[in-house]
Each structure stands twice: as C-alpha cells, then as structure tokens.
C-alpha cells in the first residue's frame, strides 16, 4: 500500500475524531474542518519522506490539535482561551472539563450534538453531521437524501457559516436542549451506519468502519439518555442490521443476498445486544400524543425498524421468516413515518405473503415518486418481481436499469449477474434490504 493509500484510508477513518479534537478547541467546527485537512496536507508532505508513522491517526489528530493551539494564539489571549478551553499546552498535561450529570466525554459525541444544533436547519443538519461525522463526500450525502450535489455543498457552506455567527458551543447538552436535538442525532447517526452496511459508491459494497463508529455513536446515546426509547431503537436497529456483516459479502467481496446468507456466519453476540436494546425500547416507548399513561404509548420508528430486524433475526432460514408479520410493521411505520422508501420495503415483503403480482401493482404505483427516480432498488425489486412472474426479458430490463443508477461496483457486478441470468431465474427471496 502506498504513502498515499494509507492516508487516504487513515484519513476517512478517523477524520470524525480529528475534526472533534480541533473543535474541542476552536470551538468552530468549520475551522476545525480546515486544521483537520491541514493535518492532511502535513502528511502528504512528509510522510513520503520520513515514512508513515506507527500511530498514523494519533499523528494526523496531534497535528490537527497543535495548529488549533496556534490559531487560539494568534486569535486571542493564550492565557485566557486556555482556560476557557481547559486545554493545556501541546505536551503538557491537561485535565479535561469536567463531566456533569448525564455528560460523556467522547469528543465525537459533542460534534453531532453540535452540528445537530437546532439552528439549523434539519437537512442542513443532517448534510453536516455526514459531512464531518460520517466523513461522507457531498456525492455520497446527495446520495443518501436522493437530491443534487450542489443542493448539499450548499447546505454544508450555509450550515458551517450558521453555527459560527451562533457562536454554538462544542458541547452535550442538557435538558430541553438535548431533547430539541435527538431527532437529528439520530437520524445522521442511521444514515452514518447505511453508508457503511451499503456503500453509495466505490468499490467496496461495504465500509465497515462507518459502520462501527455509528455503532459505537448509538451505545453511548443509549447510555447517555437510557429512558428515551428511540434511542434504544436505535441502538437495537444497528446492532442486528450489523450482525449480518460477515454474510452480506463473499470471498470474492461479491454481495451475498439475504435469501443465500449463511445464516450461521451472524454475529450471536449482535443479536442478543439487538435483542435486550430491542426489549429496552419497547419497554418505555415514546410519548405518541404527549400522554403519560403507558396505554397512549406506541413505539418510534426506529423502534419499528428494529422488530423487523429481529424478525430475520430469529428465523433459522429465509424460509421460516414471518413475512406477514414484517409487511404488518411496514404498514405501521408507513403510518408513522410515512417514505416511498418504506413503501418499497412494504411491497417486498407483499411479494413473499401475497405474491409477487400483488407487491408489482405496488411498486409500479411508486414508480412516479420523485424520490425514486434515481433510486436503483426500485428497479432492482421490480426485475426480481418480474423474474419470479416468469416475465424475463422485462426483468433482465430492470436489472440493467438498478444496474446503470447504482455508483458502487459491488452492486452494479451483482446487478448485471442478475440481468445476465433473469431468462432463468428462479423466485428467490428479495435483496438484503428488507
């Protein structure tokens, strides 16, 4: 791997944590977005020639801090700022703030609840938390929200700009403040992990360490605010979701459908985590009409999503899953959370109760939804339908389509196996995305 590889790599990885320890400081998150790609550019310039250090992200993060310390300097009285910031100098010891009740001191965790500030807007939000959290391109991001790239660097530039004119503190907050900010949190630490369980683009179908730091994000909500519901959904959604990892893939890095998974290769630990986070959020469900008797009580969304992963969970095969059971959930969270996303995943689970002409008649009532245009499942579930309806040449058009929209190369293989093979496929169960 070279000088350049590695950093490519180290950078994505840990960028999140980079951008945190600069803001710690700076207390400016577009700032400490621009010391982080400093760090960067220090690397691309020395590491060719005193090669890559054994710590390369503790080098890339040291390096990101110390030009954050000089900017404080430069900016206002050292003094004064240090003990604002309770930062000491690069090399000395420091004691960190301290931690009030509810607080966690995870760096990470203070930058989402900071780009998640209700200053701004809720995509803004969410674009920027993506963007520094998740260490997401503007393409990938476009991707996830189904809108143009420029609409998203536009959000970014706006939101950064925001939060500095706020003067918006690098903290967790507490009380109301934190509550104003849940929804957002949560939803940018989902998106984090479904960049990672399917990559938008790239070689790789997936990206596991988004995917642990979007787990590791969710566990610390959940010990952060333990009587929130959601948040154990949440936690419950990601940790059965990611309990497929080592299935979804071959030996050849090749996608592996939910229907050929070797059920046996599921993380057990994952699931028995998913399980009890699962218990959790059913347990103390959220408020559906700001009641507080436990009868006017109904579960999130999140918490939803997760009794549909259970389900998979616990069927031994593909064929023992309770698909009825899974369409009921989608219609519930339709209701709740109403998407033409959800609406597809509806349909997918219609084709294995009521067969696939019925869940057809529901995709091909989806096909005008702006939202889908460019979606590649849509095509994708619409050729597998129209494969098990004996209707190949259609669903070989189908699989080229999905084929054709999809930007990463794991799929796109995949997707023209599929439209290779649809004259003699076979029904089969749908893709991992149910």
């Avoid at 054994?54 to 890339?60: C, E, F, H, Q, V």
């Avoid at 399917?198 to 995917?211: E, F, I, K, S, W």
């Avoid at 969970?313 to 989608?330: C, H, K, M, N």
């Amino acid at each position: 791997m070279t000088v350049e590889s590695t950093l490519e790599t180290v950078f994505r990885m840990e960028s999140a944590r980079i951008v945190a320890a600069a803001a710690r400081i700076v207390r400016d998150v577009g700032i400490a977005e621009e010391l982080a790609q400093d760090a960067l550019v220090a690397a691309l310039e020395r590491w060719p020639r005193e090669g890559v250090p054994d710590r390369p992200a503790a080098w890339l993060t040291a390096t990101a801090k110390h030009r954050a310390v000089d900017l404080v300097r430069r900016r206002e009285t050292y003094a004064r700022k240090l003990a604002e910031v309770g930062r000491a100098l690069p090399g000395e010891a420091y004691d960190p703030e301290p931690s009030g009740p509810g607080d966690i001191d995870d760096d990470v965790l203070r930058l989402v609840f900071t780009t998640c500030h209700p200053v701004l807007s809720a995509d803004a939000r969410a674009a920027l938390t993506l963007r520094l959290v998740g260490g997401l391109r503007t393409d990938e991001i476009a991707r996830a929200f189904l809108v143009p790239e420029a609409t998203v660097a536009a959000r970014v530039t706006r939101a950064k700009r925001s939060l500095a004119r706020a003067d918006v503190a690098f903290e967790v907050p507490y009380g109301p403040d934190r509550a104003a900010r849940l929804d957002s949190v949560l939803e940018v630490v989902y998106l984090i992990f479904n960049e990672g369980y399917a990559a938008t683009a790239g070689d790789d179908l997936l990206r596991p360490g988004l995917c642990e730091d979007a787990l590791r994000l969710a566990r610390g909500l959940a010990a952060l605010m333990p009587a929130e519901s959601e948040v154990h959904g949440l936690a419950a959604l990601l940790e059965l979701q990611a309990s497929r990892i080592p299935a979804r893939t071959g030996p050849d890095g090749r996608p592996v459908l939910l229907a050929d998974q070797n059920r046996a290769r599921w993380n057990r630990l994952l699931i028995r985590r998913g399980y009890a986070a699962l218990a959790r959020a059913w347990e103390s469900p959220r408020p559906e009409t700001g009641a507080e008797t436990g009868a006017d009580r109904a579960p999130g969304p999140y918490a939803l999503q997760a009794a549909i992963a259970a389900c998979h969970a616990r069927a031994a095969s593909s064929a023992e899953t309770d698909w009825a059971v899974i369409a009921g959930l989608y219609a519930r969270l339709g209701e709740l959370a109403p998407s033409p996303v959800v609406e597809l995943n509806r349909a997918v689970a219609v084709s294995m109760t009521e067969g696939p002409a019925a869940a057809l008649a529901l995709v091909d009532a989806l096909a005008a939804a702006p939202a889908l245009a460019r979606y590649h499942l849509l095509p994708s579930v619409r050729g597998d339908l129209l494969a098990r309806l004996g209707r190949a040449e259609e669903a070989r058009a189908e699989f080229a389509r999905a084929a054709a929209l999809t930007r990463n190369e794991s799929e796109r293989a995949l997707l023209r196996a599929r439209a290779d093979t649809a004259r003699d496929a076979s029904p089969e169960d749908p893709p991992d995305r149910a």
